[in-house]
Structure formats: structure tokens, C-alpha cells
């Protein structure tokens, strides 16, 4: 799980609004069969020190703000997740240590409803329009000092996509200043991304694997943890 911060807006009651700050975790898994067909080339080399982990699991930083008054959900969000993959190879320095992760990074405006308005327990369906980047970026070096290298990016590219969520949000009392949530979500890229510089970057030898195209579309599925506080009710 990857961490959320959230800053909201919402009800003590039907008649009355909030401002929500609030932080959490958030994991999620990518399917995305022509990202992670360079692994199982590479993999089946069997050279390795330690085979290449493949793509499929995002974890990030989520980061909102959000009015919640008379079961109406409001939200501007950030939203950075990415999945790492990492193979060794043992050379006569030592265990050389390549790393590569996928990113996605985007701004967010989202709008839902309460199907369940409870003073100990709201749920929200909440559908957002994600605008961002997407990034696939590497570095490599010797497995005791890979932390001090600097990642390089082979490809930036434009994010445009929707997120659907369940918020299921709690509480002890109607009164209370915190309150946690839990969010299945999944989020839907309008466009794919090219991983050819990831099979290039796995195979440079293999003239069949280099330059060959494998766009995919990032579509992820995960589980939001959240922790929220009311900023409005510790200012009174």
C-alpha cells in the first residue's frame, strides 16, 4: 500500500460542511501483458543473479481535497503511484543491480454522492477526471551503492483518464474530528504507453526484441486507505 493524504470537506450532519485533512495507503495491480513480455524474454536467458521483477504493482501518494455536504462528494486530488521491477546480474566487481519503474502522476477532479449517509458511517461512489504524465524511468549500479544513482527517463507521455471509487467512510460519532476511509478503486487510461525502451533497455542484443512496439494501457485496480481529520472543527 501506498500513502494518501487527503484534505476534505465534509458533513457533521446533512446540514452543516467540513474541511477533511488526512493521510493513508494505497496498492494496486497492474495487468498489462506487452509491458512485462521483455521480462519473460529476459528471464528465460538464465544468466541471472536474480531475475527481473515484472510491472503489476503501483503504490503511491494521493493527495486531495474534498466538500461533503447533504450526501454530495467534491474533490481535487494529486495522484502519484508506480510499480518497480529489478534484476541482478553478478559481475567480477560484484552484484550489479538494475531498477526500472512505471509511473503515473495526475491532477484529479472527482464528483460523487452518498448512497449511505450515517453519523458513524457515509459511502460514496465518487467518479474522477485524472490529467498527468506517465514515466519509465531506470538506473543501475553496484547492489550496495544502486540508492545513490539517479534514475534516467526513457519516456514521458501524457495521462488522461477516470477513476471510479467506493469511499466507505467511519466514524465514531457525528461530532468527531477524525475519521478513516476505505476505497476500492479502479482507474482507466484513455491512452496506452509504449514500453519499447523497456524491452530495448532488457535486450539491446536481440535485433528481433529491439525496436519492436508494445503499447499498453495502464488500467489498475487497488485499495485506498485513508485517515482524515477535520480542519475546520480543531479551528473552532
Not at 495507503?25 to 541471472?48: C, H, I, R, T
Not at 450526501?71 to 481535487?76: D, P, S, Y
Request: proline share 4%; with cysteine.
Amino acid at each position: 500500500m501506498a500513502c494518501l493524504i487527503a484534505l476534505g470537506i465534509g458533513a457533521n450532519s446533512s446540514a452543516s460542511a467540513q474541511l477533511w485533512v488526512g493521510f493513508g495507503p494505497q496498492v494496486g495491480y497492474f495487468n498489462m501483458e506487452n509491458a512485462n513480455a521483455p521480462v519473460d524474454f529476459f528471464n528465460s536467458k538464465g544468466f541471472l543473479f536474480r531475475p527481473q521483477r515484472k510491472l503489476r504493482w503501483p503504490w503511491g501518494l494521493h493527495y486531495a481535497a474534498s466538500y461533503r455536504k447533504d450526501g454530495l462528494f467534491l474533490e481535487l486530488a494529486f495522484n502519484s503511484k508506480g510499480a518497480r521491477g529489478a534484476f541482478e546480474t553478478a559481475e567480477a566487481n560484484g552484484i550489479q543491480r538494475r531498477e526500472t519503474k512505471f509511473t503515473i502522476h495526475a491532477l484529479s477532479a472527482g464528483v460523487g454522492y452518498a448512497i449511505v449517509d450515517q453519523p458513524d458511517l457515509q459511502w460514496y461512489l465518487v467518479g474522477n477526471l485524472d490529467l498527468g504524465y506517465m514515466r519509465l524511468l531506470s538506473r543501475s549500479g553496484l547492489e550496495t551503492n544502486i540508492n545513490r544513482a539517479n534514475y534516467f527517463t526513457y519516456r514521458r507521455t501524457s495521462f488522461v483518464g477516470v477513476t471510479f471509487s467506493s469511499r466507505f467512510v467511519f466514524r465514531s460519532d457525528e461530532e468527531a474530528l477524525s475519521s478513516w476511509s476505505l476505497g476500492p478503486y479502479v482507474q482507466i487510461p484513455f491512452q496506452e504507453f509504449e514500453f519499447r525502451e523497456f524491452n530495448t533497455l532488457l535486450n539491446p542484443l536481440d535485433w528481433e526484441q529491439v525496436g519492436r512496439e508494445l503499447p499498453a494501457r495502464p488500467i489498475n485496480f487497488g485499495v485506498l486507505l485513508t485517515f482524515d481529520l477535520d480542519l475546520l472543527g480543531i479551528l473552532e
